[in-house]
């Protein structure tokens, strides 16, 4: 398959496993980050495992295979604010040197890293980047799918995508072979789909997955509005939630 000139970047994956799917609420149990460079040809994985400080529900451990007990046995860091600090810390430099953070779903973990950050008073990715409009270049696969094959059947997890696009994933729910599976979607959704993207640069393609999120989650809550389900409000901030925050965490810092 040829290549494109989106085969080639530098980039940072990232990925969390958690104790449950609520942003505001819920804690990280582990984490991952797949620096690749050198047009691919060089990666480093840097995990993680995290004590939460909270039990861990059955159906979360069931899916990443970490317990209470294990995250704590397994901890990389006595501290838990210490691992938030580096994990940040590289999220930050990667960003600051123009090197994208590739994930699936990443308002989710980017927002839970966020709240988790404030509650341990750990400096912020926000603090750290001067201000939301600076967490760039982000790159997250779910947009970029959804927008380039939006009637597409089937699920859209990132098992199923990794299917669609032909990317091997080994262990789905390891934050290490899910971070590193993005990474390699990115590249595959933009060449299959070249002719979506023409002309358009790294800062482009972030400002547009910004618009494109809010247009997928309105018509979510369109779709949700007209069947009478309930939801919960269907947020399109991205790359974070921001409005939508409880007052408890701290929405409108």
């Not at 993680?48 to 046995?73: F, K, L, N, Q, S």
């Not at 060449?191 to 482009?204: C, D, E, I, N, V």
Request: with cysteine.
């Amino acid at each position: 398959m040829a290549s494109s000139k989106w085969d080639g970047f530098d980039c940072l994956g990232f990925d969390l496993e958690t104790s449950g799917v609520d942003v505001w609420g819920d804690r990280i149990v582990t984490a991952a980050l797949v620096a690749i460079w050198d047009d691919g040809r060089k990666r480093h994985l840097t995990s993680y495992v995290v004590d939460p400080g909270i039990d861990i529900p059955e159906g979360a451990a069931a899916i990443h295979g970490y317990t209470r007990d294990r995250a704590i046995r397994e901890a990389t860091h006595a501290d838990p604010s210490q691992a938030l600090f580096e994990i940040s810390g590289r999220l930050a430099t990667a960003m600051g040197r123009g090197i994208p953070i590739v994930g699936a779903n990443l308002s989710y973990d980017l927002t839970l890293l966020e709240t988790e950050n404030r509650r341990l008073e750990v400096p912020t990715l926000v603090d750290r980047m001067g201000g939301h409009t600076k967490i760039q270049p982000v790159v997250d696969v779910m947009v970029l799918d959804k927008h380039v094959d939006p009637y597409r059947k089937g699920g859209r997890k990132l098992e199923q995508l990794c299917t669609t696009y032909g990317v091997k994933l080994d262990d789905a729910h390891n934050a290490g072979a899910d971070a590193l599976a993005a990474c390699l979607l990115w590249p595959a959704i933009m060449r299959k789909h070249a002719s979506k993207f023409p002309g358009m640069t790294l800062p482009a393609l972030h400002q547009s997955q910004v618009g494109w999120k809010r247009k997928q989650m309105d018509g979510l809550r369109e779709y949700f509005d007209k069947k009478g389900t309930e939801h919960d409000g269907c947020c399109g901030e991205w790359p974070l939630h921001r409005a939508c925050a409880p007052a408890l965490v701290g929405g409108a810092r």
